[in-house]
């Protein structure tokens, strides 16, 4: 579904991601693991278009992206939360979903229809009249991830979902990307919480200063060296 081909990009004399080559799979999800400054975000902004590489390319679906902006990307059937909430604070849960979905579907009916039931998937829908910056961190994040579903993309990028959220709203989250995979949904998980990661994910990829370093199930990153060095430090 996903083919990154010997992906690079440069800020300065720093080289945050370093010739990366990775496939993903249709109908999975990979957790994407390292220490702080590994280029896992970087990695996420190239892939939905916030960034553009120096070196390298990615495809979608078997066509190139890496040239698109995001705006396009999305269009493509790439969605994606983000490590800092986005929401609009003033605006209410409701209409934080409504607004990314304009001039995606065909008329305000649809894509409150939508909305609502997105609302009600992320158990949100008894605070669609609240603002968003009233709710809970735990709420906003699962208000983000309904955010990124709106277009109802194929491939989702989550940047730390679990950052700050509440142990019973981190099962919510996983138990959220679980059903959505069941639905055909593609995920990519950027995270330092190492047991929520390990939970959800079948497949793991570890970035250091930019560098694949390992890639494979769970297991076999609990016990690779160089995950253990790299990330664990040990």
């Not at 300065?12 to 999975?28: L, M, P, Q, R």
């Not at 120096?54 to 493509?76: P, T």
């Not at 990028?157 to 069941?182: R, S, W, Y």
Request: hydrophobic letters at 40%; a neutral charge.
């Amino acid at each position: 579904m996903l083919n990154i081909t010997n992906l690079t990009k440069r800020f300065g004399g720093v080289v945050a991601v370093n010739d990366c080559t990775v496939n993903i799979e249709e109908k999975t999800i990979v957790g994407l693991i390292g220490p702080n400054g590994a280029g896992k975000t970087t990695l996420i902004n190239l892939i939905n278009g916030l960034y553009k590489p120096d070196v390298g390319h990615i495809h979608f679906k078997d066509q190139r992206i890496d040239g698109l902006s995001a705006h396009a990307i999305v269009h493509r059937g790439i969605g994606r939360s983000f490590q800092l909430n986005k929401v609009f604070r003033k605006m209410t849960a409701l209409d934080n979903l409504i607004v990314p979905g304009i001039g995606l579907y065909r008329d305000r009916k649809e894509l409150e229809k939508r909305a609502l039931e997105l609302l009600e998937f992320f158990t949100l829908d008894r605070l669609k009249d609240e603002y968003a910056g009233n709710l809970s961190g735990g709420q906003q994040k699962l208000l983000d991830m309904a955010r990124a579903l709106v277009p109802d993309p194929d491939l989702i990028l989550l940047d730390e979902p679990f950052h700050g959220v509440h142990p019973t709203l981190k099962d919510k989250i996983c138990e959220n990307v679980l059903a959505m995979q069941k639905q055909g949904k593609t995920f990519i998980v950027v995270s330092h919480d190492i047991p929520s990661i390990m939970s959800i994910c079948e497949r793991i990829v570890v970035l250091n200063a930019g560098i694949l370093i390992a890639d494979g199930l769970p297991e076999k990153i609990r016990q690779d060296e160089k995950v253990l060095e790299a990330y664990l430090g040990v």
